[in-house]
Protein backbone atom coordinates (compact mmCIF):
# COMPACT_ATOMS: atom_id res chain seq x y z
CA UNK A 1 0.00 0.00 0.00
CA UNK A 2 1.31 3.73 -0.70
CA UNK A 3 -1.17 5.05 2.21
CA UNK A 4 -1.57 8.15 1.49
CA UNK A 5 -0.01 10.53 -1.01
CA UNK A 6 0.16 13.95 -1.93
CA UNK A 7 0.71 16.21 -5.07
CA UNK A 8 2.96 18.22 -5.71
CA UNK A 9 5.68 18.36 -2.85
CA UNK A 10 6.31 22.31 -3.19
CA UNK A 11 4.37 24.66 -4.99
CA UNK A 12 4.87 28.40 -5.74
CA UNK A 13 1.86 30.58 -6.59
CA UNK A 14 1.49 34.51 -7.59
CA UNK A 15 -1.32 36.13 -5.75
CA UNK A 16 -4.38 35.63 -7.11
CA UNK A 17 -3.89 32.39 -8.95
CA UNK A 18 -5.70 29.26 -8.27
CA UNK A 19 -5.09 25.14 -7.62
CA UNK A 20 -5.88 21.82 -6.66
CA UNK A 21 -3.65 20.58 -4.31
CA UNK A 22 -4.20 16.37 -4.88
CA UNK A 23 -4.64 13.84 -2.30
CA UNK A 24 -5.03 10.25 -2.67
CA UNK A 25 -5.19 6.77 0.27
CA UNK A 26 -5.59 3.22 -1.07
CA UNK A 27 -6.37 2.00 2.43
CA UNK A 28 -9.92 2.35 1.61
CA UNK A 29 -10.97 4.96 4.54
CA UNK A 30 -13.76 6.98 4.80
CA UNK A 31 -12.55 9.80 6.37
CA UNK A 32 -10.63 12.08 4.92
CA UNK A 33 -8.88 15.75 5.63
CA UNK A 34 -6.73 18.35 4.96
CA UNK A 35 -5.01 20.73 7.56
CA UNK A 36 -2.09 22.96 7.40
CA UNK A 37 0.83 24.03 9.81
CA UNK A 38 2.24 27.24 10.02
CA UNK A 39 5.08 28.09 12.79
CA UNK A 40 4.14 28.30 16.28
CA UNK A 41 0.64 26.97 15.44
CA UNK A 42 -0.71 23.61 15.73
CA UNK A 43 -1.97 21.79 12.72
CA UNK A 44 -5.96 23.22 11.52
CA UNK A 45 -8.32 21.24 9.77
CA UNK A 46 -9.81 23.04 6.94
CA UNK A 47 -12.37 20.77 5.70
CA UNK A 48 -13.16 17.11 5.87
CA UNK A 49 -14.84 14.52 4.03
CA UNK A 50 -16.74 11.47 6.05
CA UNK A 51 -17.49 9.45 3.10
CA UNK A 52 -17.87 10.08 -1.00
CA UNK A 53 -19.88 13.15 -1.35
CA UNK A 54 -19.76 14.22 1.55
CA UNK A 55 -18.16 17.12 3.13
CA UNK A 56 -17.84 20.07 5.68
CA UNK A 57 -15.59 22.87 6.73
CA UNK A 58 -13.05 22.73 9.70
CA UNK A 59 -11.35 25.47 11.45
CA UNK A 60 -10.41 27.47 8.64
CA UNK A 61 -11.93 26.89 5.09
CA UNK A 62 -12.03 29.97 4.12
CA UNK A 63 -10.26 30.59 0.37
CA UNK A 64 -10.63 26.63 0.23
CA UNK A 65 -12.80 24.23 -1.59
CA UNK A 66 -12.99 20.53 -1.63
CA UNK A 67 -15.52 17.60 -3.21
CA UNK A 68 -14.95 13.92 -2.55
CA UNK A 69 -16.25 12.07 -5.63
CA UNK A 70 -14.63 8.40 -4.74
CA UNK A 71 -13.21 7.55 -1.71
CA UNK A 72 -9.40 7.70 -2.54
CA UNK A 73 -9.74 11.29 -3.71
CA UNK A 74 -9.68 14.49 -2.14
CA UNK A 75 -8.31 17.15 -3.79
CA UNK A 76 -7.92 20.73 -1.71
CA UNK A 77 -8.53 23.66 -3.96
CA UNK A 78 -7.54 27.16 -3.62
CA UNK A 79 -9.70 29.64 -5.23
CA UNK A 80 -7.50 32.82 -5.58
CA UNK A 81 -3.89 32.31 -3.75
CA UNK A 82 -3.10 34.59 -1.06
CA UNK A 83 0.41 34.90 0.63
CA UNK A 84 -2.13 33.82 4.55
CA UNK A 85 -2.05 30.71 2.71
CA UNK A 86 1.57 30.12 2.29
CA UNK A 87 1.88 27.27 4.39
CA UNK A 88 2.02 22.99 4.73
CA UNK A 89 -0.68 21.23 3.76
CA UNK A 90 -1.45 17.54 5.22
CA UNK A 91 -3.95 15.09 3.59
CA UNK A 92 -4.72 12.66 6.45
CA UNK A 93 -7.21 9.73 6.22
CA UNK A 94 -8.32 7.47 9.22
CA UNK A 95 -10.58 4.87 9.07
CA UNK A 96 -13.75 5.49 10.74
CA UNK A 97 -12.84 9.30 11.28
CA UNK A 98 -13.46 9.10 14.92
CA UNK A 99 -11.09 11.09 16.91
CA UNK A 100 -10.20 7.55 18.19
CA UNK A 101 -9.18 6.60 15.32
CA UNK A 102 -5.02 7.07 14.25
CA UNK A 103 -4.56 9.24 11.86
CA UNK A 104 -2.63 8.50 8.67
CA UNK A 105 -0.95 11.83 7.09
CA UNK A 106 0.72 11.85 3.61
CA UNK A 107 4.00 13.82 2.93
CA UNK A 108 2.47 16.59 2.81
CA UNK A 109 2.84 19.76 0.28
CA UNK A 110 4.94 22.80 0.86
CA UNK A 111 2.79 26.18 -1.01
CA UNK A 112 4.57 29.47 -1.08
CA UNK A 113 2.26 32.40 -2.36
CA UNK A 114 3.93 35.36 -3.23
CA UNK B 1 -5.64 30.29 26.55
CA UNK B 2 -5.07 27.73 23.35
CA UNK B 3 -6.88 24.30 23.93
CA UNK B 4 -3.54 22.66 23.45
CA UNK B 5 -0.97 24.11 25.21
CA UNK B 6 3.42 22.36 24.90
CA UNK B 7 6.34 23.89 26.06
CA UNK B 8 7.79 24.35 22.14
CA UNK B 9 11.91 23.21 23.73
CA UNK B 10 14.13 22.52 22.39
CA UNK B 11 14.98 19.94 24.99
CA UNK B 12 18.19 19.34 24.10
CA UNK B 13 19.78 15.97 26.36
CA UNK B 14 22.72 14.27 26.09
CA UNK B 15 22.11 10.09 24.67
CA UNK B 16 20.37 7.79 27.92
CA UNK B 17 18.71 10.75 29.72
CA UNK B 18 15.26 10.42 30.68
CA UNK B 19 12.98 13.45 29.27
CA UNK B 20 9.47 14.61 30.23
CA UNK B 21 6.94 16.37 28.54
CA UNK B 22 3.75 18.06 29.80
CA UNK B 23 0.93 19.43 27.67
CA UNK B 24 -1.78 21.13 28.64
CA UNK B 25 -5.59 21.22 27.85
CA UNK B 26 -8.62 23.52 28.34
CA UNK B 27 -11.59 21.47 27.26
CA UNK B 28 -12.92 19.31 30.44
CA UNK B 29 -14.92 17.06 27.74
CA UNK B 30 -11.87 15.77 26.10
CA UNK B 31 -12.48 12.28 25.85
CA UNK B 32 -9.54 11.22 23.90
CA UNK B 33 -5.60 11.99 24.17
CA UNK B 34 -2.77 11.08 21.90
CA UNK B 35 0.93 11.88 21.35
CA UNK B 36 1.95 12.27 17.86
CA UNK B 37 5.90 12.11 16.54
CA UNK B 38 6.68 14.66 13.74
CA UNK B 39 10.55 14.60 12.10
CA UNK B 40 11.88 17.71 10.52
CA UNK B 41 9.74 18.33 6.96
CA UNK B 42 7.77 15.09 7.60
CA UNK B 43 4.33 14.14 8.46
CA UNK B 44 2.79 13.50 12.08
CA UNK B 45 3.04 9.88 13.10
CA UNK B 46 0.90 8.34 15.86
CA UNK B 47 3.02 7.65 18.68
CA UNK B 48 1.12 6.09 20.59
CA UNK B 49 -2.53 6.58 22.39
CA UNK B 50 -2.93 7.96 26.55
CA UNK B 51 -5.07 5.90 28.37
CA UNK B 52 -6.36 7.00 32.18
CA UNK B 53 -4.61 4.31 33.35
CA UNK B 54 -1.28 5.30 32.09
CA UNK B 55 0.43 2.80 29.21
CA UNK B 56 3.90 2.29 28.46
CA UNK B 57 5.01 1.11 24.96
CA UNK B 58 9.07 0.31 25.21
CA UNK B 59 10.93 3.21 26.54
CA UNK B 60 8.35 5.47 26.01
CA UNK B 61 5.15 6.23 29.13
CA UNK B 62 2.10 8.19 28.64
CA UNK B 63 0.09 9.40 31.68
CA UNK B 64 -3.20 11.33 31.82
CA UNK B 65 -4.32 13.35 35.02
CA UNK B 66 -8.02 14.54 34.20
CA UNK B 67 -7.95 16.25 37.44
CA UNK B 68 -5.24 18.74 36.23
CA UNK B 69 -6.10 18.68 32.35
CA UNK B 70 -2.82 17.54 31.56
CA UNK B 71 -0.84 14.76 29.88
CA UNK B 72 2.86 13.71 29.81
CA UNK B 73 5.36 11.82 27.60
CA UNK B 74 8.44 10.35 29.48
CA UNK B 75 11.20 8.92 27.15
CA UNK B 76 13.92 6.68 28.84
CA UNK B 77 17.26 5.66 27.60
CA UNK B 78 17.32 8.46 24.69
CA UNK B 79 18.43 7.83 21.38
CA UNK B 80 19.33 10.21 18.60
CA UNK B 81 16.84 8.64 16.43
CA UNK B 82 13.99 9.92 19.11
CA UNK B 83 14.91 13.74 17.89
CA UNK B 84 12.05 15.08 16.88
CA UNK B 85 9.03 17.46 16.95
CA UNK B 86 6.32 15.14 19.35
CA UNK B 87 2.53 16.47 19.47
CA UNK B 88 0.26 16.53 21.55
CA UNK B 89 -3.50 16.11 20.45
CA UNK B 90 -6.77 16.07 21.88
CA UNK B 91 -9.95 14.75 20.96
CA UNK B 92 -13.13 17.36 21.60
CA UNK B 93 -16.79 15.39 22.10
CA UNK B 94 -19.66 17.54 20.69
CA UNK B 95 -17.66 18.90 17.46
CA UNK B 96 -17.76 15.58 15.82
CA UNK B 97 -14.89 14.50 17.05
CA UNK B 98 -11.94 16.67 15.64
CA UNK B 99 -8.37 16.78 16.62
CA UNK B 100 -7.15 19.84 18.35
CA UNK B 101 -3.02 19.72 17.82
CA UNK B 102 -0.74 21.52 19.95
CA UNK B 103 2.24 23.10 18.91
CA UNK B 104 4.81 20.90 19.60
CA UNK B 105 7.53 19.94 21.58
CA UNK B 106 11.14 19.58 20.10
CA UNK B 107 13.62 17.19 21.16
CA UNK B 108 17.04 17.14 20.37
CA UNK B 109 19.15 14.19 21.65
CA UNK B 110 23.25 14.70 21.62
CA UNK B 111 25.61 11.68 21.21
Known amino acids: NAGVTQTPKFQVLKTGQSMTLQCAQD?????MSWYRQDPGMGLRLIHY???????DQGEVPNGYNVSRSTTEDFPLRLLSAAPSQTSVYFC?????????????FGPGTRLTVT | RKEVEQDPGPFNVPEGATVAFNCTYSNSASQSFFWYRQDCRKEPKLLMS???SGNEDGRFTAQLNRASQYISLLIRDSKLSDSATYLCVVNRRGSGDKLTFGTGTRLAVRP
Open chain 1, 49 to 55: SVGAGIT
Open chain 1, 27 to 31: MNHEY
Open chain 1, 92 to 104: ASSYDGRGTSEQY
Open chain 2, 50 to 52: VYS
